[in-house]
């Protein structure tokens, strides 16, 4: 019940625009300044979007494919994020892997969603249970404002028990 309220707390937070506003300036510059929002962030599911624009275009007048992969990396990373709040024992999260497909240009508004949160929650449990780290491959799927797909990444996480500090 305790981790359910973490969640929540966690949850109001990161979706208030101001704290998410001053948490993107200090811990994640490059996707406040590319314009990632969080749009939804449930136990099961975020959802992050991304605006083409100056600071996001390539030459070929659609999104680069480094900023759609922060805003899919963003998906998965904040569910991970969720679930890793004020856990006990703490739990540290990495990105190891990555892997893209792209399937239509990136035009306009894109949003990734990431559906994997009882995987997420899992493979933490299963950190902190164990001691040992772990490994997750989650999919983070971008649609336009069409509802086509445009790319999905596979991104790996890694999860690892903190030691205690003495």
Aim: glycine share 6%; net charge positive; charged share 20%.
């Amino acid at each position: 019940m305790a981790e359910q309220a973490h969640h929540l707390e966690f949850q109001r937070q990161i979706t208030n625009p101001a704290k998410l506003k001053l948490f993107m300036l200090k811990s994640l510059p490059m996707a406040y300044l590319a314009g990632c929002r969080i749009q939804k962030l449930t136990e099961q599911e975020a959802q992050v979007s991304l605006k083409y624009g100056y600071l996001t275009k390539n030459p070929f007048k659609s999104i680069y494919f480094a900023c759609l992969a922060m805003a899919a990396e963003m998906s998965s990373g904040v569910l991970s994020m969720m679930y890793l709040y004020k856990a006990n024992p703490s739990v540290s999260m990495l990105v190891v892997n990555m892997e893209a497909e792209f399937s239509k240009k990136a035009m306009g508004t894109i949003t990734f969603t990431c559906a994997d949160g009882d995987a997420i929650a899992a493979a933490v449990k299963e950190t902190q249970t164990t001691g040992q780290g772990s490994s997750l491959q989650t999919l983070s799927i971008g649609h336009d404002e069409q509802g086509d797909e445009v790319a999905r990444f596979r991104i790996t996480w890694s999860y690892k028990a903190r030691t205690a500090r003495v």
